[in-house]
């Protein structure tokens, strides 16, 4: 089956530490994203990817980063200088960007990050 | 920076009665999507409109998009239980790579 898989689906953190949450894709799809969601505020962008070794901050970059070493995959490492990680993350793909009509983006299962 | 904010933020109604939820952007969008997120799972794409004045229409949902394209309504008749979720509206401005996500409106059905 095609689709988008994160892991691990939840994740609890020590404050101080790194870590990284997996996304892997085999839809074929160039554009990929990382999305955090927090209660009463919607999606928020964090970083994303048009192209494989390419990759833009998005509204809420600071205390992540990412790679795009392959075009199926793309991990978020959420860094101890993120002052509140705790929160739903998402990833995401499409076809592409930068198409004047859109595309359709594909969101996988999410990942639950706790900081304890 | 590009602004999507969508009221209300919550909505709850009686189950068969009627649900919009409205979506306006501080910025003219070349396209605007819809998304449903079910209680502890992930958004899924409902719709897309791009036309000024647009309206489609899925089953009991209706979709429009206004004529300066920078609001958009989804209105659900007849609601059922299966409607719960959270709608995201989500637009993209010419030009730009980037979908701005609604706040999302959070609806649940009284039985």
Redesign the interface.
């Given at each position: 089956d095609g689709g988008i898989t994160q892991s691990p689906k939840y994740l609890f953190r020590k404050e101080g530490q790194n870590v990284t949450l997996s996304c892997e894709q085999n839809l074929n799809h160039d554009?990929m994203y990382w999305?955090r969601q927090d209660p009463?505020?919607?999606?928020?962008?964090i970083y994303?990817s048009?192209i494989v070794n390419d990759f833009q901050k998005?509204?809420i970059a600071e205390g992540y980063s990412v790679s795009r070493e392959k075009k199926e995959s793309f991990p978020l490492t959420v860094t101890s200088a993120q002052k509140n990680p705790t929160a739903f993350y998402?990833c995401a793909s499409s076809i592409g960007?930068?198409d004047?009509?859109?595309n359709?983006?594909?969101?996988?299962?999410?990942s639950w990050l706790t900081v304890v | 920076?590009q602004q999507v904010m969508?009221i209300p933020?919550y909505q709850h109604v009686q189950e068969g009665e009627d649900f919009t939820t409205y979506c306006n952007s501080s910025t003219t969008l070349?396209?605007i999507?819809w998304?449903k997120q079910r209680p502890g799972?992930?958004?899924?794409?409902l719709i897309?409109l791009?036309k000024s004045g647009e309206v489609k229409k899925q089953k009991r949902l209706t979709f429009q998009f206004g004529e300066a394209k920078k609001n958009s309504s989804l209105h659900i008749t007849a609601t059922q239980t299966t409607d719960v979720g959270t709608y995201?509206c989500?637009g993209?401005n010419?030009?730009n790579?980037?979908?701005?996500?609604?706040?999302?409106t959070r609806l649940t059905i009284i039985p």
């Open positions: 554009a999305y009463g505020q919607g999606l928020r962008l994303y048009q998005g509204d998402l960007s930068g004047l009509y859109g359709t983006i594909y969101f996988g299962e999410g | 920076g969508q933020q070349s396209n999507q998304y799972g992930h958004p899924v794409f897309q791009v995201f989500a993209r010419s030009g790579e980037k979908l701005t996500f609604g706040t999302g």
